[in-house]
């Protein structure tokens, strides 16, 4: 099993707590970015991958109304009745857990009728960028349908866990994270189109492999940037919607030719918002095509190109981000590399020929010391299949 050891852990330390083993156990992965950024609230496409390290949460029914969960990283402990689910401040984790049971029971949890004992414990690297949040929705909700006899498709577990980080969390975010660490597969990424709710894996092939790069920059999107960048998007989905003949409800309906036809009328910040998205829909289209025909090189060249379009119309990079795609860019092995995620911090994804996976973290983790001082992260990581129920 991927992560045995961490399931090992899990596993030990609820029987220790609550005195046997649990009745369901699920794992779900983090994800990466590959292309197409801020798409997904757009209604748009993107390229992610399900990663190698994720989150197993193992979980029991409760004999009474209490629900006790333990976050075993953090060796913390919380419990709140499931008449009284709310939002809390402390211990914030907990949100991402007590979000997901309440919209489990489609915000009325009492209607479980019990409680329950939880742990769940994890190794994806917090403040990444790798989405270990949504990696504990997804485990979470995989473990509770489990044990509460709940049946509903992926996709609607997926959106329980993006109603937790809209309503517990309080981060709008798109269905990306959750969708990626579900329907994640080995060795492939995963190709989303989030109008339809369409979900199909593309292999990958072996002649390729992602680098993550770990800036040291906070990477935080529950402070509103997040949130004013898709505000930005929706208002000028509006102003599209006014001066287009065709429907557009969403930046999914506007092609680059009419954002320059046209985005001269919107005020200059919010075009300068709107054509990211716009233009990521238009890399991922033709990424996938390139993909068809085996062209690494032209698919990593719209990573190149995605980072640019962060860093001059969206500004969600930050100069440790493009400090790291400056360099990649000098590599010959590395092939593209773009942010991942949110941005504002978090970590870069770069498209690596694998055996020079080596060398190229060096030459990184020097050049980088030199302009910061301190030394980024480098993980190679291996696409990987998407959340499961393993006991
Ligand atoms: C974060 C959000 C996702 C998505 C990405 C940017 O990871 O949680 O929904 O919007 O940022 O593509």
Redesign the pocket.
């Known amino acids: 099993m991927q992560n045995q050891e961490v399931y090992d852990s899990v596993v030990s330390k609820f029987e220790k707590r609550f005195g046997s083993r649990p009745a369901a156990t699920a794992y779900a992965p983090g994800r990466i ?1 590959v292309l ?6 757009n209604e748009g496409f ?1 390229f992610s991958a399900a990663i190698d390290q994720g989150t197993f949460f193992a979980a029991s029914p409760a004999e009474g109304t209490l629900c006790t969960i333990v976050a075993g990283n953090l060796d913390r402990e919380v419990s709140f009745d499931i008449a009284d689910v709310r939002p809390q401040k402390e211990d914030s984790w907990q949100n991402y857990v007590s979000g997901t049971f309440n919209w489990l029971f489609d915000g009325e949890p009492a209607k479980a009728g019990r409680g329950f004992n939880a742990v769940f414990e994890g190794n994806i690297p917090l403040g990444a ?1 790798l ?1 270990s949040s ?1 990696a504990l929705e997804m485990a979470t909700v995989l473990a509770l349908a489990k044990i509460y006899g709940v049946e509903k498709d992926a996709t609607t577990l997926a959106k329980i866990g993006q109603k937790a ?1 809209h309503t517990f969390a309080g ?1 709008p ?5 959750q969708a990626s660490s579900l329907y994640g597969k080995a060795g492939a990424l995963v190709k989303s189109d989030f109008r339809y709710c369409r979900f199909e894996t593309v292999d990958m092939g072996g002649s390729v492999a992602f680098m993550m790069v770990k800036s040291n920059a906070k990477h935080e ?1 529950v402070d509103g940037a ?1 949130a004013s960048r898709r505000q930005a998007c929706e208002e000028a989905a509006k102003f599209f919607a006014g001066v287009l003949k065709h429907p557009v409800t969403h930046l999914r309906d506007v092609s680059c030719a009419e954002w320059i036809l046209y985005g001269g009328g919107l005020p200059e910040t919010i075009a300068k918002r709107a054509v990211h998205p716009i233009g990521e829909d238009e890399r991922v289209l033709l990424g996938a095509s390139l993909l068809e025909k085996g062209d690494l090189a032209g698919f990593g060249a719209l990573m190149f190109d995605s980072h640019e379009s962060s860093r001059k119309w969206f500004e969600n990079s930050c100069p440790e981000l493009d400090t790291i795609v400056d360099i990649a860019k000098t590599l010959p092995d590395v092939l593209g590399a773009r942010l991942s ?2 941005g504002f911090g978090g970590s870069c994804c770069l498209l690596v020929k694998p055996d020079a996976a080596d060398g190229i973290a060096a030459a990184i983790t020097q050049a980088y010391r030199k302009v910061y001082g301190d030394e980024p992260t480098c993980r190679l990581v291996k696409p990987s299949d998407g959340a499961h129920l393993v006991g």
């Open positions: 970015e197409g950024n801020h798409t997904d609230y993107v960028g989405s949504a980080e981060c975010c798109g269905l990306l994270d999107l997040y995620g949110g």
